[in-house]
């Protein structure tokens, strides 16, 4: 049986972050991939233009319409915009009984760009992270969450970890990408009675544009069939394939985006020879048009 996977999350034209890397990573993962826009963003891989955020009830009216109709097996929050729309978020995840909820508390773009009003942060302290399964800060985030002004380190990450789940949700996976000085890029897992890292080689890369977009929506996708320490396990991996294959894309000035697709893309020119009888052909999309410029 497939899984039906809802992200609730904020746009981004460019493809690279929001919903567009969610649906791409649900995918990705062998989801079904649906969304539930909070806000329009105008933004590019060099930054955010503006956003408008959609009226709370119809944010609402989306998340009813998916529930209403489709059984959700999964759900990613990211971008939420505003104090009102978290109410209305967890009010209807709530009634909905959603289950499986992972959380990217995402307030700042990669660029700097504010994406969250300030309001906002009790209100998703309050009312979504104890509705979470797990919930994703990176090491700014998890200031924010705690009202710390933490000096970074893997040793001060363990005690921001431990501090983060007792705002209530039932794991923290607090991301490591801003500790920009290590050799790997640490993560910390951290649940009931485990704490787990997740090491991966830092790679040296400016196309990073929706890594925590991508990693939460790779968890979500996992969750419905696997426990918390794999679904992380495997989404971290998926991730570092995607970020190291990045820059084969040629998308933007700025951060550019991940390459969700990297494996299918490989086997793209062999399936769709098999699929079509024409045999060996190197006519894919990304052949054809990849480095045009
Ligand atoms: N340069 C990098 N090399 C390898 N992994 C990275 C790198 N930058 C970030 N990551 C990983 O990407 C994921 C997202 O991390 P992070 O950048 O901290 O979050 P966010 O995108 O929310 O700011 C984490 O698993 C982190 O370890
Ligand atoms: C709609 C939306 N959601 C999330 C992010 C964060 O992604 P990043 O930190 O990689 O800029 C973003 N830029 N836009």
Redesign the pocket.
């Given at each position: 049986m497939t899984m039906n996977i809802l992200s609730i999350a904020g746009t981004d034209p460019t493809g690279g972050a929001g919903i567009h890397a969610d649906i791409k990573a649900f995918s990705a993962m062998g989801g079904y991939a649906m969304a539930a826009i909070t806000a329009v963003v105008a933004q590019n891989t060099r930054g955010v233009r503006s956003f408008v955020a959609l009226d709370p009830s119809f944010v609402g009216d989306q998340i009813d319409a998916v529930f209403d109709d489709v059984r959700v097996d999964a759900v990613k929050i990211g971008m939420v915009a505003n104090a009102r729309i978290v109410e209305t978020i967890a009010q209807r995840l709530y009634a909905h009984r959603a289950g499986n909820i992972v959380l990217?508390p995402?307030m700042v773009a990669?660029s700097g760009d504010h994406l969250l009003e300030p309001d906002a942060v009790a209100a998703i302290s309050e009312l979504l992270v104890p509705l979470a399964t797990v919930t994703?800060p990176?090491?700014p985030?998890a200031d924010v969450l705690l009202g710390t002004d933490a000096k970074w380190s893997l040793d001060a990450m363990r005690t921001s970890a431990v501090e983060l789940r007792q705002l209530g949700s039932e794991w923290i996976l607090l991301?490591?990408?801003?500790l920009h000085g290590s050799a790997q890029?640490?993560?910390l897992l951290h649940g009931p009675q485990t704490t787990i890292e997740?090491s991966?080689?830092?790679?040296?890369?400016r196309s990073?544009h929706?890594?925590?977009?991508t990693?939460s929506a790779a968890i979500a996708a996992l969750l419905p069939t696997c426990s918390v320490e794999d679904s992380a396990r495997m989404a971290?991996a998926y991730?570092?394939g995607a970020?190291a294959a990045s820059e084969d894309l040629d998308v933007g000035h700025g951060h550019g985006p991940l390459h969700h697709f990297h494996q299918l893309w490989r086997e793209l020119p062999r399936s769709l020879a098999e699929l079509s009888g024409t045999g060996e052909t190197t006519t894919t999309q990304s052949a054809e048009h990849g480095n045009s410029r």
């Open positions: 990217d995402v990669k994703t990176n090491l985030e991301k490591g990408g801003h890029s640490v993560d997740l991966a080689p830092r790679i040296r890369t990073d929706g890594t925590g977009c990693l971290k991730l570092h970020l």
